[in-house]
């Protein structure tokens, strides 16, 4: 069974920093390009970042660039988003999302992260 569980969300103040990883499961994680999207409270599905499947190319929303640092570990198939200087705006539902022919076919659950002093 394909299993995709992100973690490290929670309760940052502004200006904090946040990793988040996604552990896989299921499939040949290096086999794939994999992604992270965001859903704010209210408002639709928001693209963030992606990685090829040997990480090295990334792609990043240019609205993200500078704050956020994705990478992967294909050792232990995982995948991660490191966010800086995190602002109210980024208070969302985070999720990871395989990549398949430049559509996301696999998700995960998601993990919230809430931006509050």
């Known amino acids: 069974e394909m299993q995709l569980v992100e973690s490290g969300g929670g309760l940052v103040q502004p200006g904090g920093s946040l990793r988040l990883s996604c552990a896989v499961s299921?499939?040949?994680?290096?086999?794939?390009?994999m992604n992270w999207v965001r859903q704010a409270p209210g408002k639709g599905l928001e693209w963030i970042s992606g990685?090829?499947?040997?990480?090295?190319?990334?792609y990043y929303a240019e609205s993200m660039k500078g704050r956020v640092t994705i990478s992967r570990d294909n050792a232990k198939n995982t995948l991660n988003l490191q966010i800086y200087s995190l602002k109210s705006g980024d208070a969302a539902v985070y999720y990871c999302?395989?990549?398949?022919?430049?559509?996301?076919?696999?998700w995960g659950q998601g993990t919230l992260v809430t931006v509050s002093s």
């Open positions: 999302a395989r990549e398949v022919e430049n559509a996301l076919d696999a």
């Open positions: 299921g499939f040949t994680f290096d086999d794939y390009g």
């Open positions: 990685i090829s499947w040997n990480g090295g190319t990334t």
